[in-house]
Protein backbone atom coordinates (compact mmCIF):
# COMPACT_ATOMS: atom_id res chain seq x y z
CA UNK A 1 0.00 0.00 0.00
CA UNK A 2 1.55 3.26 -0.79
CA UNK A 3 1.75 5.42 2.47
CA UNK A 4 1.52 8.55 0.97
CA UNK A 5 -2.30 7.59 -1.10
CA UNK A 6 -3.26 6.42 2.42
CA UNK A 7 -2.59 9.34 4.02
CA UNK A 8 -3.95 11.87 1.76
CA UNK A 9 -1.38 13.02 -0.44
CA UNK A 10 -2.90 16.28 -1.04
CA UNK A 11 -5.84 15.61 1.39
CA UNK A 12 -7.64 12.66 3.32
CA UNK A 13 -10.57 12.77 1.23
CA UNK A 14 -8.75 12.33 -2.10
CA UNK A 15 -7.23 9.43 -0.18
CA UNK A 16 -10.18 7.99 0.62
CA UNK A 17 -11.68 8.69 -2.98
CA UNK A 18 -8.69 6.91 -4.68
CA UNK A 19 -8.96 3.72 -2.07
CA UNK A 20 -12.55 4.00 -3.23
CA UNK A 21 -11.23 3.68 -7.02
CA UNK A 22 -9.18 1.51 -6.50
CA UNK A 23 -11.52 -1.30 -4.67
CA UNK A 24 -9.88 -1.41 -1.43
CA UNK A 25 -13.34 -0.72 0.12
CA UNK A 26 -11.82 -1.58 3.84
CA UNK A 27 -9.84 1.61 3.53
CA UNK A 28 -11.98 3.41 1.62
CA UNK A 29 -14.56 3.20 4.36
CA UNK A 30 -12.21 3.89 6.90
CA UNK A 31 -10.88 6.87 5.55
CA UNK A 32 -14.21 8.40 4.78
CA UNK A 33 -15.29 7.88 8.50
CA UNK A 34 -11.99 9.57 9.39
CA UNK A 35 -13.61 12.77 7.12
CA UNK A 36 -16.64 12.39 8.62
CA UNK A 37 -15.40 12.74 11.98
CA UNK A 38 -13.13 15.52 11.22
CA UNK A 39 -15.75 17.32 9.85
CA UNK A 40 -17.90 16.82 12.44
CA UNK A 41 -15.31 17.69 15.39
CA UNK A 42 -14.33 20.76 13.48
CA UNK A 43 -17.74 22.36 13.83
CA UNK A 44 -19.30 21.35 10.92
CA UNK A 45 -19.22 22.54 7.05
CA UNK A 46 -18.24 25.83 5.72
CA UNK A 47 -19.86 26.91 2.95
CA UNK A 48 -17.57 27.48 0.19
CA UNK A 49 -13.92 26.09 0.38
CA UNK A 50 -11.58 27.73 2.84
CA UNK A 51 -8.05 27.69 4.38
CA UNK A 52 -7.78 26.89 7.87
CA UNK A 53 -4.07 26.48 9.30
CA UNK A 54 -2.79 25.40 5.55
CA UNK A 55 -5.73 23.13 5.63
CA UNK A 56 -9.04 23.16 3.73
CA UNK A 57 -12.26 23.46 5.82
CA UNK A 58 -14.87 20.71 4.91
CA UNK A 59 -17.00 21.63 2.38
CA UNK A 60 -21.20 20.65 2.04
CA UNK A 61 -20.17 18.85 -1.31
CA UNK A 62 -17.20 17.18 0.16
CA UNK A 63 -18.77 16.08 3.17
CA UNK A 64 -21.77 14.96 1.07
CA UNK A 65 -19.49 12.76 -1.18
CA UNK A 66 -17.78 11.21 1.65
CA UNK A 67 -21.57 10.18 2.95
CA UNK A 68 -22.46 9.32 -0.39
CA UNK A 69 -19.12 6.86 -1.17
CA UNK A 70 -19.70 5.32 2.60
CA UNK A 71 -23.00 4.56 1.96
CA UNK A 72 -21.97 2.76 -1.76
CA UNK A 73 -19.41 1.05 0.74
CA UNK A 74 -22.51 -0.31 3.19
CA UNK A 75 -24.51 -0.77 0.21
CA UNK A 76 -21.60 -3.47 -1.12
CA UNK A 77 -21.57 -5.73 2.06
CA UNK A 78 -25.35 -5.70 1.98
CA UNK A 79 -25.70 -3.16 5.25
CA UNK A 80 -29.00 -1.48 3.89
CA UNK A 81 -29.46 0.53 7.31
CA UNK A 82 -26.82 2.34 7.44
CA UNK A 83 -25.91 2.81 4.09
CA UNK A 84 -29.74 4.60 3.67
CA UNK A 85 -28.23 6.58 7.10
CA UNK A 86 -24.96 7.53 5.33
CA UNK A 87 -27.06 8.57 2.57
CA UNK A 88 -29.67 10.25 4.17
CA UNK A 89 -26.09 12.03 5.80
CA UNK A 90 -25.54 12.86 2.29
CA UNK A 91 -28.85 14.37 1.20
CA UNK A 92 -28.52 16.33 4.38
CA UNK A 93 -25.02 17.79 3.95
CA UNK A 94 -26.08 18.69 0.49
CA UNK A 95 -29.88 18.57 -0.32
CA UNK A 96 -29.64 19.19 -4.13
CA UNK A 97 -26.95 16.49 -4.66
CA UNK A 98 -29.43 13.74 -6.67
CA UNK A 99 -27.08 10.65 -6.60
CA UNK A 100 -27.86 10.09 -2.50
CA UNK A 101 -31.09 10.21 -3.10
CA UNK A 102 -30.52 7.62 -6.42
CA UNK A 103 -28.93 5.46 -4.47
CA UNK A 104 -31.43 5.68 -1.14
CA UNK A 105 -33.89 4.80 -3.60
CA UNK A 106 -32.64 1.55 -4.91
CA UNK A 107 -32.38 0.24 -1.45
CA UNK A 108 -35.74 1.45 -0.34
CA UNK A 109 -36.90 -0.36 -4.03
CA UNK A 110 -35.08 -3.60 -3.30
CA UNK A 111 -36.81 -3.64 0.70
CA UNK A 112 -40.19 -2.98 -0.96
CA UNK A 113 -40.92 0.37 -0.05
CA UNK A 114 -42.07 1.45 -3.18
CA UNK A 115 -43.83 4.55 -2.03
CA UNK A 116 -40.15 5.94 -0.45
CA UNK A 117 -38.20 4.89 -3.11
CA UNK A 118 -40.76 6.61 -5.53
CA UNK A 119 -40.46 10.21 -3.72
CA UNK A 120 -36.65 9.92 -4.12
CA UNK A 121 -36.63 8.30 -7.64
CA UNK A 122 -38.82 11.86 -8.66
CA UNK A 123 -36.64 14.30 -6.27
CA UNK A 124 -33.26 12.85 -8.34
CA UNK A 125 -35.87 13.80 -11.72
CA UNK A 126 -36.87 17.13 -10.05
CA UNK A 127 -33.08 17.70 -9.84
CA UNK A 128 -31.74 16.56 -12.57
CA UNK A 129 -34.45 15.65 -15.28
CA UNK A 130 -31.72 13.83 -17.50
CA UNK A 131 -30.77 11.55 -15.03
CA UNK A 132 -31.71 8.13 -17.34
CA UNK A 133 -30.88 5.62 -14.45
CA UNK A 134 -33.83 7.23 -12.20
CA UNK A 135 -36.36 7.30 -14.56
CA UNK A 136 -35.92 3.96 -15.37
CA UNK A 137 -36.28 2.76 -11.87
CA UNK A 138 -39.19 5.22 -11.03
CA UNK A 139 -41.09 3.27 -14.26
CA UNK A 140 -39.92 0.04 -12.61
CA UNK A 141 -40.70 1.27 -9.61
CA UNK A 142 -44.38 2.16 -10.65
CA UNK A 143 -45.15 -1.10 -12.20
CA UNK A 144 -44.02 -3.47 -9.59
CA UNK A 145 -46.10 -1.41 -6.70
CA UNK A 146 -48.78 -1.73 -9.09
CA UNK A 147 -47.99 -5.24 -9.11
CA UNK A 148 -48.00 -5.49 -5.54
CA UNK A 149 -51.05 -4.11 -5.22
CA UNK A 150 -52.84 -6.15 -7.70
CA UNK A 151 -51.73 -9.26 -6.26
CA UNK A 152 -52.68 -7.16 -3.25
CA UNK A 153 -49.79 -8.38 -0.64
Excluded: W
Excluded at 9 to 17: C, E, F, I, K, V
Amino acid sequence: MDPQRENGGDSPLAAAHARFQDGDYETAERLYSQYICRCSSAGGVAPVPRAVHGKRKCTPEDLATAFNNRGQIKYFKVDFDEAIDDYSSAIEAQPNFEVPYYNRGLILYRLGQYDEALRDFRKVLDLNPGFQDATVSLKQTILDKEEKQRRSY
